[in-house]
């Protein structure tokens, strides 16, 4: 098991008490397979992607990724973990608009301590895995709303993460580009052995999904199978 959200429970202060945000969520995603996350604005979803992401420290439960239980690491040890273990693809892309394709993906790396020559191989190697081999000196400006969000997935991978977490990647795409934007991930989390989350309100894209579950007023409350829907 690859990623594992047990009894998590979330609270933010809310004038004199406290508002749940995750009441008692469990999750399990295994390694290579796509998990998808439904369910109304305000439901908790965003909530559970940056527990997952050991952004936000939940008031009880545990979250284990790759083996390691995340929940009681200090602030440094957490940021480690995500650096090594975690990749996340934002809603919007957020390129850097003076770099090239192949330097988004550097820098990322470069961050992670990488050595400049492997770097630069698997940054290319993850434009070739997107279909972007032949845009890899192009900018943000010159490149389409797909393409660039192709790139936002490929900066995610870039130092092998064991988890992808990802935050409604087609809300700014049409239909044709959106689904193709999702069959990506798909095919990705299974040829790269992720465990991966996909916040999603488009539901007509759920075939990619090995696991379908909705978020109601923070709790998960139900689920469906490949295919299904929720």
């Known amino acids: ?25 469990g999750l399990e995603v295994p390694a290579g397979t796509l998990t998808a996350v ?3 604005s305000g439901s908790g979803k965003s909530s559970l992607l940056a527990v997952a992401a050991t952004l936000v420290t939940p008031d009880s439960g545990r979250v284990v990724i790759d083996g390691t239980e995340a929940t009681g690491l200090s602030r440094a040890d957490a940021a480690a973990l995500r650096r090594r273990a975690v990749g996340i693809v934002f809603q919007q892309p957020n390129l850097l608009p003076s770099l090239t394709a192949l330097e988004q993906l550097q820098v990322m790396a470069h961050l992670g301590g990488g050595r400049p020559r492997d770097v630069r191989e698997r940054a290319a190697e993850l ?16 490149l389409s709303g797909g393409q660039r969000q192709r790139i936002n997935i490929a900066r995610a991978l870039m130092n092998g993460p064991r988890v992808l977490l990802v935050d409604e990647p087609t809300s700014a795409l049409d239909h044709e580009r959106g689904a193709a934007v999702l069959e990506l991930i798909g095919g990705l ?8 989350v ?3 309100h488009d539901r ?20 469906g199978v490949r295919g299904g829907t929720a």
């Not at 098991?1 to 969520?25: F, H, K, Q, S």
């Not at 989390?189 to 991966?196: L, V």
């Not at 894209?205 to 998960?220: H, K, P, S, T």
């Open 1 to 25: 098991m690859t990623l594992l959200l047990d009894d998590i429970t979330l609270t933010y202060p809310d004038g004199d008490g406290r508002l749940t945000a995750l009441d008692r969520v």
């Open 38 to 40: 439904v369910g109304p």
């Open 127 to 142: 434009l070739d895995s997107v279909g972007l081999a032949g845009q890899a000196h192009r900018r943000p400006h010159q």
């Open 189 to 196: 989390t299974r040829e790269r052995g992720t465990a991966t």
């Open 198 to 200: 996909l916040v999603t």
């Open 204 to 223: 007509g894209q759920l075939g990619v999904a090995d696991q379908v579950v909705e978020m109601v007023d923070g709790v998960l409350a139900e689920a």
